[in-house]
């Protein structure tokens, strides 16, 4: 008699959300927003900055197909273009929040202990400073760029991270293959980055796909107070806040940009919970 094939855990995994078609959706919408915000420069007939003051801010069109802004420039441009930096913002910051966060919560997760004790203190420490004032301390100090707001929005979003992935870690290594890696002499650093950091990655993959659209909602935020994005740079979060000063005589202007928000945050969060469902253990037994 033939034995059976067996799946793996990620094999299992994929197949589970290749069933899940609200998250199938968000990824195929993804897909989409993000090749059309790289493609921009070949797909629209008009510069990001080209304005045509005799149009002013006229309304959806078949030469304009979202309309134009109160300079006469083109809002599916601007949409897109806009759509760059707010994904950009939204990944980089997650991928730096992510590399933080897996490292020190493996390390203290590992060590255990007063270390462990003492990393997580400063953890807290850090959950309890007020963001937007750590945001205005530094805009002050070191001027208003892309490269801080990744460090300001990091330094914030990587503390969860840390705790999700210290509470994995703690599990894991009670495990044999741990024993078994401690067993041959495997150093600590060689048994948390083969070892615990692969094996906690379920978790962490699920949390960094609910991240992104609140790093996203971050920069739009701080874009819309004035404290993100600076002009000539553009993301959705500064578009929105343009199009809120003159909602009422072109409310085009405010809703493009924030349907291009929403339905992206829509996206990621339906892939997060997809990728949940079809990570977690106890449903792969069901």
Not at 20 to 45: R, S, Y
Not at 160 to 169: D, K, L, N, S
Not at 194 to 204: D, F, W
Request: charged share 15%; aromatic share 12%; glycine share 10%.
């Amino acid at each position: 008699m033939e034995m059976p094939k067996g799946v793996s855990l990620w094999e299992d995994a994929s197949v589970r959300l290749r069933k899940n078609k609200l998250a199938m959706c968000g990824l195929v919408f993804l897909v989409v927003m993000v090749l059309l915000c790289l493609i921009t420069p070949w797909i629209v007939p008009y510069g990001y900055e080209e304005q045509d003051l005799r149009l002013g801010a006229s309304a959806p069109s078949a030469a304009h197909w979202l309309g134009t802004d109160i300079f006469g420039r083109d809002m599916l441009t601007r949409i897109l273009y806009g759509g760059r930096v707010s994904l950009f913002v939204g990944f980089i910051a997650t991928f730096v929040a992510l590399i933080i966060g897996v490292t020190y919560g493996a390390i203290a997760g590992y060590a255990g202990g007063k270390v462990d004790s003492i990393m997580m203190r400063l953890v807290d420490i850090m959950y309890a400073l007020p963001f937007m004032i750590f945001i205005v301390l530094l805009m002050v100090v070191f001027g208003r760029n892309l490269v801080l707001l990744f460090m300001a929005i990091g330094a914030v979003e990587w503390l969860t991270m840390a705790r999700i992935v210290r509470g994995q870690v703690q599990n894991l290594k009670q495990q044999e293959f741990v024993e078994a890696a401690v067993s041959i002499g495997q150093s600590p650093f060689a048994i948390i980055w083969k070892h615990l950091i692969p094996n906690a990655l379920g978790p962490v993959i699920v949390y960094t796909t609910l991240t992104i659209p609140n790093v996203m909602l971050l920069e739009a935020f701080l874009s819309f107070l004035g404290l993100g994005i600076q002009p000539p740079s553009s993301s959705w979060g500064l578009l929105i806040s343009y199009g809120v000063e003159s909602m009422e005589e072109y409310p085009w202007l405010l809703i493009f940009p924030g349907v291009a928000l929403a339905l992206t945050l829509f996206a990621l969060n339906f892939l997060g919970d997809g990728l949940r469902d079809a990570l977690d253990p106890k449903a792969s037994r069901d």
